[in-house]
Nanobody, 125 residues
Framework: QVQLVESGGGLVQAGGSLRLSCAAS????????TGWFRQAPGKEREFVAA????????VYAESVKGRFTISRDIAKNTVYLQMNSLNAEDTAVYYC??????????????????WGQGTQVTVSS
């Protein structure tokens, strides 16, 4: 079992920044990668970014490349999502999720088997 707790969401003006955190506990040594997904009202959950625990390889959605940065602190079992140049289209509930079974860093939600409760990010225009 892996437990994930997100924090850092909130209300920010367009052009501003936020940093989300995802703290993992439990059998985290089994995790291959951790990803961030988001879901806006009336829309499907979409991939944002993911990072491999060993080696730190990353992958991003095209919509956030150059604006968002995912990183991890192995000692703290925490993954971060630094979000810059936010715009109204980034408004969503952001979820972190971890993949304990994969061998390839995935952008598909179905590959992730543990999820956090989500944190709301609201960008005002």
């Amino acid at each position: 079992q892996v437990q994930l707790v997100e924090s850092g969401g909130g209300l920010v003006q367009a052009g501003g920044s936020l940093r989300l955190s995802c703290a993992a506990s439990g059998r985290t040594f089994r995790s291959y990668g951790t990803g961030w997904f988001r879901q806006a009202p009336g829309k499907e959950r979409e991939f944002v970014a993911a990072i491999r625990w060993m080696g730190g390889g990353t992958v991003y959605a095209e919509s956030v490349k150059g604006r968002f940065t995912i990183s991890r602190d192995i000692a703290k079992n925490t993954v971060y999502l630094q979000m810059n140049s936010l715009n109204a289209e980034d408004t969503a509930v952001y979820y972190c999720a971890t993949d304990t079974n994969g061998f390839v860093l995935s952008t598909s939600a179905i590959e992730y088997d543990y999820w956090g409760q989500g944190t709301q990010v609201t960008v005002s225009s």
